[in-house]
Protein backbone atom coordinates (compact mmCIF):
# COMPACT_ATOMS: atom_id res chain seq x y z
CA UNK A 1 0.00 0.00 0.00
CA UNK A 2 0.76 3.65 -1.18
CA UNK A 3 2.37 5.82 2.12
CA UNK A 4 0.10 8.52 2.98
CA UNK A 5 1.70 12.26 2.79
CA UNK A 6 1.41 14.86 4.87
CA UNK A 7 -0.23 18.20 3.97
CA UNK A 8 3.59 20.01 4.19
CA UNK A 9 5.50 16.79 2.18
CA UNK A 10 2.35 16.76 -0.44
CA UNK A 11 2.73 20.20 -1.36
CA UNK A 12 6.27 20.66 -1.20
CA UNK A 13 6.82 17.86 -3.35
CA UNK A 14 4.77 19.11 -6.41
CA UNK A 15 4.70 22.87 -5.43
CA UNK A 16 6.94 23.88 -8.21
CA UNK A 17 5.34 21.97 -10.78
CA UNK A 18 2.39 23.94 -10.99
CA UNK A 19 0.28 22.21 -8.25
CA UNK A 20 -1.64 23.16 -5.72
CA UNK A 21 -2.90 21.37 -1.91
CA UNK A 22 -6.56 21.94 -1.58
CA UNK A 23 -9.10 19.36 0.83
CA UNK A 24 -6.64 16.18 0.42
CA UNK A 25 -6.29 16.68 -3.79
CA UNK A 26 -3.80 17.77 -5.61
CA UNK A 27 -4.80 20.28 -8.59
CA UNK A 28 -3.34 21.99 -11.72
CA UNK A 29 -4.88 23.82 -14.67
CA UNK A 30 -3.56 23.49 -18.10
CA UNK A 31 -4.97 26.52 -20.58
CA UNK A 32 -5.44 25.00 -23.99
CA UNK A 33 -7.04 27.08 -27.17
CA UNK A 34 -10.20 24.61 -27.62
CA UNK A 35 -12.41 21.95 -26.60
CA UNK A 36 -10.92 19.65 -28.80
CA UNK A 37 -7.45 20.52 -27.39
CA UNK A 38 -8.83 20.26 -23.83
CA UNK A 39 -9.42 16.63 -24.93
CA UNK A 40 -6.03 15.54 -26.32
CA UNK A 41 -4.89 16.99 -22.78
CA UNK A 42 -7.07 14.97 -21.00
CA UNK A 43 -6.67 11.79 -23.45
CA UNK A 44 -2.94 12.23 -22.45
CA UNK A 45 -3.32 12.35 -18.97
CA UNK A 46 -5.25 9.16 -18.54
CA UNK A 47 -2.64 7.73 -20.67
CA UNK A 48 0.24 9.09 -18.52
CA UNK A 49 -1.43 7.72 -15.18
CA UNK A 50 -2.63 4.41 -17.40
CA UNK A 51 -4.31 1.72 -14.56
CA UNK A 52 -3.71 4.42 -11.97
CA UNK A 53 -6.53 6.69 -14.02
CA UNK A 54 -9.86 5.73 -12.32
CA UNK A 55 -8.46 5.21 -8.78
CA UNK A 56 -6.75 8.96 -8.76
CA UNK A 57 -7.07 11.43 -11.51
CA UNK A 58 -10.90 13.34 -12.48
CA UNK A 59 -10.66 16.14 -15.44
CA UNK A 60 -12.72 18.69 -15.55
CA UNK A 61 -12.75 20.26 -19.33
CA UNK A 62 -13.39 23.25 -21.13
CA UNK A 63 -12.89 25.23 -24.24
CA UNK A 64 -10.02 27.40 -22.13
CA UNK A 65 -8.53 24.91 -19.85
CA UNK A 66 -8.46 21.46 -18.30
CA UNK A 67 -8.18 20.61 -14.89
CA UNK A 68 -6.57 17.75 -13.53
CA UNK A 69 -6.97 16.64 -9.97
CA UNK A 70 -5.29 13.97 -8.12
CA UNK A 71 -5.94 11.62 -4.83
CA UNK A 72 -5.67 8.35 -3.81
CA UNK A 73 -10.22 7.89 -3.65
CA UNK A 74 -10.31 4.69 -2.36
CA UNK A 75 -8.65 6.42 1.03
CA UNK A 76 -9.89 9.97 0.34
CA UNK A 77 -5.84 10.95 1.19
CA UNK A 78 -2.81 11.94 -0.88
CA UNK A 79 -0.20 8.90 -1.31
CA UNK A 80 2.72 9.16 -3.18
CA UNK A 81 1.40 7.62 -6.13
CA UNK A 82 -0.22 10.79 -6.63
CA UNK A 83 3.07 12.94 -6.17
CA UNK A 84 4.40 10.44 -8.99
CA UNK A 85 1.47 10.71 -10.86
CA UNK A 86 1.26 15.01 -10.91
CA UNK A 87 5.11 15.06 -11.83
CA UNK A 88 4.61 12.88 -14.39
CA UNK A 89 1.76 14.65 -15.58
CA UNK A 90 3.44 17.65 -15.62
CA UNK A 91 6.31 16.47 -17.85
CA UNK A 92 3.63 14.93 -20.12
CA UNK A 93 1.80 18.54 -20.34
CA UNK A 94 5.09 20.17 -21.11
CA UNK A 95 6.55 17.51 -23.93
CA UNK A 96 3.13 18.73 -25.34
CA UNK A 97 4.20 23.30 -25.29
CA UNK A 98 1.46 23.44 -22.49
CA UNK A 99 2.43 24.44 -18.58
CA UNK A 100 0.61 22.98 -15.77
CA UNK A 101 -0.08 25.98 -13.47
CA UNK A 102 -2.36 27.18 -10.54
CA UNK A 103 -4.69 29.54 -12.05
CA UNK A 104 -7.71 29.07 -13.91
CA UNK A 105 -9.80 31.17 -16.02
CA UNK A 106 -9.46 33.45 -18.66
CA UNK A 107 -5.98 35.35 -18.31
CA UNK A 108 -5.88 33.01 -14.74
CA UNK A 109 -8.55 35.40 -13.52
CA UNK A 110 -8.16 32.71 -10.09
CA UNK A 111 -6.37 30.28 -8.53
CA UNK A 112 -7.85 26.61 -8.61
CA UNK A 113 -10.00 26.40 -5.61
CA UNK A 114 -12.90 24.00 -3.48
CA UNK A 115 -15.98 25.24 -2.54
CA UNK A 116 -17.37 23.70 0.37
CA UNK A 117 -20.41 24.52 2.46
CA UNK A 118 -19.95 24.22 6.25
CA UNK A 119 -23.53 23.66 8.40
CA UNK A 120 -23.42 24.27 12.35
CA UNK A 121 -24.79 21.48 13.78
CA UNK A 122 -26.19 20.55 17.68
CA UNK A 123 -26.22 17.04 17.08
CA UNK A 124 -24.02 16.16 13.25
CA UNK A 125 -25.38 12.50 13.36
CA UNK A 126 -28.78 13.92 13.01
CA UNK A 127 -29.31 15.93 10.37
CA UNK A 128 -26.46 14.44 8.17
CA UNK A 129 -28.68 11.59 6.90
CA UNK A 130 -30.81 14.44 5.61
CA UNK A 131 -28.16 16.80 4.01
CA UNK A 132 -27.18 12.93 2.57
CA UNK A 133 -30.86 12.63 0.65
CA UNK A 134 -31.94 15.93 -0.19
CA UNK A 135 -28.53 16.16 -1.81
CA UNK A 136 -27.82 13.12 -3.16
CA UNK A 137 -24.45 13.03 -1.41
CA UNK A 138 -22.47 10.30 0.10
CA UNK A 139 -19.63 9.72 2.00
CA UNK A 140 -16.03 9.75 0.67
CA UNK A 141 -14.45 6.21 0.59
CA UNK A 142 -12.49 5.91 3.59
CA UNK A 143 -14.17 8.68 5.07
CA UNK A 144 -18.03 7.80 5.66
CA UNK A 145 -18.58 8.12 9.50
CA UNK A 146 -21.52 9.66 11.14
CA UNK A 147 -19.76 13.12 11.64
CA UNK A 148 -17.87 12.97 8.48
CA UNK A 149 -18.29 15.19 5.12
CA UNK A 150 -20.36 14.57 2.42
CA UNK A 151 -19.58 14.90 -1.52
CA UNK A 152 -21.38 15.14 -4.76
CA UNK A 153 -20.54 11.57 -6.43
CA UNK A 154 -20.84 13.12 -9.84
CA UNK A 155 -17.88 15.16 -8.74
CA UNK A 156 -20.13 18.57 -9.80
CA UNK A 157 -21.39 20.41 -6.50
CA UNK A 158 -19.50 21.85 -3.62
CA UNK A 159 -18.87 19.67 -0.75
CA UNK A 160 -20.96 19.65 2.62
CA UNK A 161 -19.15 19.46 6.04
CA UNK A 162 -20.51 19.72 9.33
CA UNK A 163 -19.60 22.27 12.11
CA UNK A 164 -20.03 20.94 15.76
CA UNK A 165 -21.46 23.48 18.21
CA UNK A 166 -21.74 23.25 21.60
CA UNK A 167 -24.97 25.40 22.14
CA UNK A 168 -27.46 27.02 19.84
CA UNK A 169 -26.02 30.28 18.02
CA UNK A 170 -29.51 31.91 16.87
CA UNK A 171 -27.32 35.58 16.35
CA UNK A 172 -25.65 34.50 13.44
CA UNK A 173 -26.47 32.41 10.53
CA UNK A 174 -26.03 28.27 10.16
CA UNK A 175 -24.91 28.01 7.33
CA UNK A 176 -21.45 29.99 5.49
CA UNK A 177 -19.10 29.08 2.62
CA UNK A 178 -15.43 28.05 2.94
CA UNK A 179 -13.49 28.34 -0.02
CA UNK A 180 -9.92 26.35 0.07
CA UNK A 181 -7.87 28.50 -2.08
CA UNK A 182 -4.28 27.74 -2.39
CA UNK A 183 -1.67 28.60 0.50
CA UNK A 184 0.24 31.71 -1.74
CA UNK A 185 -3.42 32.85 -3.14
CA UNK A 186 -4.36 33.34 0.66
CA UNK A 187 -3.26 37.07 1.37
CA UNK A 188 -4.61 38.81 -2.54
CA UNK A 189 -7.84 37.08 -1.79
CA UNK A 190 -8.03 38.09 1.57
CA UNK A 191 -7.16 41.69 0.46
CA UNK A 192 -9.43 42.00 -2.28
CA UNK A 193 -12.51 40.69 0.15
CA UNK A 194 -11.92 43.30 2.26
CA UNK A 195 -11.76 45.51 -0.29
CA UNK A 196 -15.58 44.73 -1.43
CA UNK A 197 -16.17 45.84 1.46
CA UNK A 198 -15.68 42.68 3.67
CA UNK A 199 -15.28 42.53 7.64
CA UNK A 200 -12.30 40.90 9.31
CA UNK A 201 -14.31 38.64 12.43
CA UNK A 202 -11.37 36.81 13.26
CA UNK A 203 -8.06 35.50 12.27
CA UNK A 204 -7.23 33.42 15.51
CA UNK A 205 -6.31 30.39 13.74
CA UNK A 206 -5.00 31.71 10.44
CA UNK A 207 -3.45 30.24 7.59
CA UNK A 208 -5.47 27.95 8.43
CA UNK A 209 -8.74 30.02 7.84
CA UNK A 210 -10.01 33.11 7.73
CA UNK A 211 -13.42 34.45 8.81
CA UNK A 212 -15.23 37.58 6.71
CA UNK A 213 -18.55 38.83 6.54
CA UNK A 214 -19.75 40.77 3.63
CA UNK A 215 -21.41 44.22 4.91
CA UNK A 216 -24.74 42.31 6.55
CA UNK A 217 -22.94 40.20 8.21
CA UNK A 218 -23.36 37.19 6.40
CA UNK A 219 -20.04 34.95 6.66
CA UNK A 220 -17.58 32.85 4.94
CA UNK A 221 -14.26 31.48 5.33
CA UNK A 222 -10.72 31.64 3.59
CA UNK A 223 -9.02 28.44 3.90
CA UNK A 224 -5.73 26.48 3.06
CA UNK A 225 -4.50 24.02 4.03
CA UNK A 226 -1.48 25.23 6.45
CA UNK A 227 -1.90 25.65 10.29
CA UNK A 228 -3.42 22.03 10.25
CA UNK A 229 -0.84 19.90 10.96
CA UNK A 230 0.27 19.12 15.22
Same mark, same amino acid.
Given at each position: /?? &?????????????? %??????????? *????????????????????????????????????????????????????? =?????????????????? &?? %????? *?????????????? $???????????????????????????????????? %????????? /??????? @?? @???? $?????????????????????????????????????? %???????????? =???
Amino acid at each position: /ME &RTLGRQEASDAVGD %EGWRLLLGTLR *TSVRVGSLAEAAGVAARAVAVCGDDADGHLRVDLRPEQVVLSLQSLDRAALTA =RDVDLARRLTAAVRAAGL &RT %EPGVG *TGASRSVQVLEIAV $DALDIPAIRPFWAAVLGYAGEAGADGPADPLVDPAG %EGPAFWFQQ /MDRPRPQ @RN @RIHF $DICVPHDEAPGRLEAALAAGGRLLSADRAPAFWVLADP %EGNEACITTWQG =RDG
